[in-house]
């Protein structure tokens, strides 16, 4: 069985998608859409595909029975909406929305339409992140009781330029690229609730925090530190989950994966040994899959809808900091201000 599926938007990772669609044998790229009609007709002739003139075109056309939307965060909720209301299966590209009542408006959707909604949290997928969770199934570092996660590197040009670079559009960065690790340790062990958070945003583009951390509490009890930055000019990605037995860690998506237990056991793999598909084709092949046969995807509307409450969560608490401390400046200031016009220096 074969599942006709539609592409919306043909940026960077849309076209990456429609690429690791056609090695797939349960699916069919039909056809693909993009408001710039330039770029539509390059992309369907690169993908070797038909290109529609309207996105009423393509949810006209009864051989589409899926749709993967691709734009910019800021039209997730409108397009998959529609989507959905037509009748199709929707694949969304993270994050799924930029408000949990858009998300949640589209979960009800799907389920009014009885159709599949998966969201793009692939981060799962890479080979050193799934096997940090296999090995936590396995109890090798028994109980987890702490997780620290770092993603820093230099990408002031990429989020200052274009929807990026507008919080309206992209969420900032922080909705934008790190609903992905605010995913992964909701996989990794479970709910969690923000217990504090902060940020700074020291240069003037973009109009966002750029450097940011967070506490966490899951709700087994275990704490977590995340931290993420796109001014660190070193760069780096870094994962350790403590355990009751042992401590694990890896370096995100490249290097190893490594445990070492308290009765001396250790042990390490690289991403070839652990040898998992290449991660944007095993998702759609999971979504489609999923519509085909009835299987279960590997994630689906509501992480999605966690990944966005859990940003925003943490979102909040930076501005609510950064209020205070410009609260805080003032005040300091006026008090200067008053003891130099009084003459005490």
């Not at 056609?22 to 690169?46: F, K, M, N, W």
């Not at 966490?216 to 009751?244: K, N, P, Q, W």
């Not at 509307?301 to 859990?310: H, S």
């Amino acid at each position: 069985m074969q599942i006709g599926v539609g592409l919306v938007g043909v940026g960077g990772i849309g076209r990456h998608l429609g690429w690791q669609l056609r090695p797939l044998s349960e699916a069919r790229l039909v056809g693909v859409y993009d408001a710039d009609s330039a770029l539509a007709q390059r992309a369907a002739t690169e993908l070797e595909t038909n290109v529609y003139p309207s996105l009423s075109a393509m949810l006209n056309d009864p051989a589409v029975e899926a749709v993967i939307l691709a734009t910019p965060p800021h039209t997730h909720y409108r397009l998959g909406l529609r989507i959905l209301q037509r009748g199709k299966h929707l694949f969304c590209e993270k994050p799924m929305a930029l408000t949990v009542e858009h998300c949640d408006a589209l979960i009800q959707a799907a389920q009014q339409a009885k159709r599949i909604l998966m969201v793009g949290h692939v981060l799962r997928l890479f080979p050193l992140f799934w096997q940090s969770k296999q090995w936590l199934q396995e109890g090798v570092v028994g109980e987890p009781v702490a997780v620290h996660v770092q993603r820093r590197g230099y990408d002031i040009r990429l989020f200052g330029e274009g929807w990026r670079a507008d919080p309206a559009k992209s969420g900032g960065f922080l909705v934008e690229m790190n609903v992905h690790e605010l995913d992964y340790l909701r996989w990794l062990l479970g709910d969690y609730e923000v217990v504090a958070a902060q940020g700074v945003q020291p240069l003037l583009k973009p109009r966002y925090v750029q450097h940011w951390q967070a506490l966490l509490r899951f709700h087994t009890g275990a704490i977590g530190v995340i931290e993420a930055s796109i001014m660190d000019t070193l760069g780096g990605y870094f994962v350790r989950i403590v355990g009751t037995e042992g401590t694990l860690e890896h370096t995100g998506f490249s290097g190893t994966i490594r445990y070492k237990r308290v009765d001396g056991e250790e042990k390490s793999l690289t991403p070839e040994e652990i040898g998992t598909p290449e991660p944007f084709m095993w998702e759609l092949r999971s979504f489609v899959r999923a519509i085909a046969y009835g299987e279960t995807p590997l994630y689906d509307g509501y992480d999605g809808r966690m990944a966005v409450a859990n940003a925003l969560a943490v979102q909040q608490l930076i501005e609510q900091n950064l209020v205070a401390q410009s609260r805080s400046r003032k005040r300091r200031s006026k008090a200067s201000t008053r003891l130099n016009s009084s003459g005490n220096l």
